[in-house]
């Protein structure tokens, strides 16, 4: 608990890391109180009020097909926020085993995980994915698949590295020495000195996470219609740039806000936790 | 008496290219010996002092005792039964009775668990919780002269001389036979290395535990051990009955060792017998007797085969062409 508090202490003396916190808030509390942020059913089609500008009615306009954008870009977050939160957690956990495993298991192992995380980096997404969504077809999970096989190797490769750094340390050797096992011995004594800075890489991960999914979507092998997704509501405003722009703005000015929120947070707090950038030592 | 730990021509070796790179290499021996064919044995209750420069292998010895470097041949007997071969299972029964003190005092204790939680780690890995544990932890505690209140605070928070005694505690946990004390004294001052030696005196005579304590504190060895033993280059050049070695050495190594060791007393005839260089790394080791490349004494015969070992009785045995008790021209 004192960590905590030590964090959101400093984190006064970080005005960028203010911000963040504020719009990633913003984005968190809009997506976990959608249902009631939302002025209109987000898929009721309106055809008789299609392509509409921004009103008192319609906050941010309506689609080609009559639907709010505000509601939709509102029930959006709760996919970006979702996929967010399940991705990153999925990478952060498989990268975490398998990191430990190849930095403390035996050499074959560890060749083995690499060559693993290795090969799976080298995929580009957006071909991995779409190579993906012709044999799964496009769904959600398909992106959640998408996103967790090309970001968890790079935890992976993290963790080997910090764990590969810990294991020759005394009290690790002491460990071995009173017979503890590798469960013990990662869990007990290695996991608490590696998790404090990847958390920080993963909240610095889930803005681009949220944009794969974005871009995914866009893409049309993402989130199926109708439900909201902010890609989904960009490929809806791309087709009518021209005449009605404000689908396409109000559709990106979320993303950019949760991306932003994010980076800004996760710098501030990198740069608390390096030593090396702390102003206050 | 029956010896608590009989080492005997104990080899450990470590692979220093791939299989397949000395095989393209036409490398025959990709191998360095880090100990080579040692013999030694510590009766309960005793203490025998390993001492050594840095790199003579003292640390790798310990580590091989218990298990943590694999040994190329030799025996490790203790009460009678050899561990080289077993499993990790079979030897975890071993690990309980054979305990480790580390060099860094703080380094090995685990960062980011409170002192109490790290003394309860054997207890919990060897699954042999006690009926109160609090209780447990104030008792080690209060038996290396600490607060049962430390038990709150984590490593760092610690001075060099706690967490050492934190060590000893940690090593006292499970009633074991033998410690192994690998550099006690290292990174304290003076009156704490006092303290430390003082304690593990104490704990020897209310325990009966015997200790392996490695060090280059030739002080140490002659104020705590019952057995000393000097090490080069992976080989015990001299061991003996501690009086015995620091009298009546017959090594050209242990004199140079003693005579560049201060002596308090301003009035001693101090006869400094000065040797050169630095001790050899293993990867070029060299033939005949290692020492000769420093050795005061060096003839012909020395370059060319290591010695036999010779026995002066009382189990004081050496390694020499030309030991000091025979003159040479």
Redesign the interface.
Known sequence: MNRIKEIFFRLRNEPMGIFGLVLVLLVVVCAVFAPFLVTHDPNALDIAHRLGGPSADHWMGTDQLGRDVFSRVVMGSRIAVWVALVTVSLSLGIGLVLGMMAGYGPKWLDSGLLLLFDTLRSFPTIMFALALVTVFGPSLQTVIIVIVATTFPVYGRMVRTQTQALAG???I?????????MM?VLG??IL??IVGPLFIVASMDIPVVITIEAGLSFLGVGVRPPTPSWGAILNDGYAYIRNTPWIIIFGGIPLIVTTLGFTFLGESMRDMFDPKLRKDL | MEPLLEVDQLRVRFRTKGPVKALLEKDEDPFIDGVMGVSFTIHPGQTFGLVGESGSGKTTLARAVMGLVPVQSGAIRFNGKNLIGLKRGQLKPFRRNIALMFQDPAGSLSPRLKIRSILAEPFRIHNMMPDNLPDEIARLLKMVNLSPAMGDLYPHQLSGGQARRVGVARALALSPKLIIADEPTAGLDVSVQGEILNLMARLQDELGVSFLIITHNLAVVRHVSDVAAIMYLGRFLEQGPTQAVFHHMQHPYTQALLSAHASPDPDAVHHRIAITGEIPSLFSRPKGCEFHTRCPRVKDICREQFPKVADRGKAHQYYCHFPLSESVQ
């Open positions: 340390n005394e009290f050797v002491a460990e071995e020495a009173m017979g503890a096992g013990r007990v004594h608490p000195n």
